[in-house]
């Protein structure tokens, strides 16, 4: 792992842009949305296909800047570098390298993917398919000279590639690669990970295997979870789930973490949830 920047604080905001955000609901409308209810962060969602323009991403850039809303970046939900056809995977690895090309033009500081699904290779090898095609990605974004962390993010389902121990392993094997914590995701993969000593255990487990700079600069994904056997059902609204959202945060703070806190709450209740985050964690 190799992070050139760190932040000052804990930052909050949201995935997307916010619900109430004016009709037009573009990104620099979210960016005004963001800064007008006193958040501090988007995450810009190239979910369904990295389809921003240049221009935009430059309007989204300058917007950013002037209302001092600092940026992250999602990418499309269709990548699997795990996958038995090697034109999807050829396909998977020009999405995150779209995402990393336009998120690094609107000004993101990071990106993050689901990297894979085990399928029928298991878990060891989906591993070192992910490993190999990761590395090329960052062989390639070396040559573009494009600067910026790139994560691979914790999944909520037991079928996806994406545990505790393989962010940290292949951010640990990769120069350049970070982790993205969901800790929704890892409560609903584990059914564990919502108590104040759970929760605390994975920021040192996380510093231990990447130094200190991991929780200076950390990208994280909260939301409410619903989940059963095989992890992550949906996302929910904070209130409504089981995971200790104040415990993660006494954590945060009593760890010093620094970074961005991305919400991922459901569409209707994301802006609140963020503001509840922020607050709640102002308030410790």
């Known amino acids: ?41 988007m995450e810009v969602e190239f979910v369904q296909g990295v389809k921003m323009s240049p221009a935009t991403a430059s309007q989204v850039r300058e917007a950013a800047q002037k209302a001092g809303v600092r940026l992250t970046a999602h990418g499309p939900y269709a990548i699997n570098l795990n996958s038995a056809d090697p034109v999807k995977v050829q396909e998977s690895k020009e999405r995150i390298l779209q995402t990393a090309r336009r998120g690094k033009e609107c000004g993101a500081e990071s990106i993050v993917f689901h990297a894979g699904f085990y399928g029928d290779a298991g878990p060891k090898e989906a591993h070192r398919m992910i490993k190999v095609a990761l590395a090329e990605i960052m062989e390639e974004l070396r040559k573009e000279k494009l600067s910026l962390s790139v994560r691979t993010e914790l999944t909520g389902k037991v079928t996806d590639y994406g545990s505790l121990e393989e962010v940290l392993r292949i951010a640990s ?80 703070k009593d760890r010093s973490v620094k970074g961005f806190i991305i919400c991922e709450s459901p569409d209707e209740v994301k802006e609140d949830d963020a503001l509840l985050l922020q607050r709640s964690f102002q308030s410790l």
């Open 173 to 252: 094997e990769i120069p350049g690669v970070a982790p993205c914590l969901d800790f929704a995701h890892l409560h609903a993969r584990t059914g564990r990970f919502n108590t104040y000593a759970e929760l605390t255990s994975v920021l040192d487990i996380v510093e231990t295997e990447l130094g200190r700079v991991a929780l200076d600069s950390l990208h994280a994904h909260v939301s409410g979870i619903e989940y059963a056997k095989h992890g992550e059902k949906k996302h929910l609204p904070l209130q409504e789930s089981d995971f200790h959202y104040v415990e993660l945060l006494r954590a945060f």
């Open 1 to 41: 792992m190799n992070m050139d920047r760190t932040t000052r604080s804990l930052l909050f905001g949201t995935g997307g842009i916010p619900k109430r955000t004016p009709p037009l609901r573009s990104t620099v409308d979210g960016i005004g949305r963001i800064a007008e209810v006193g958040l501090e962060c």
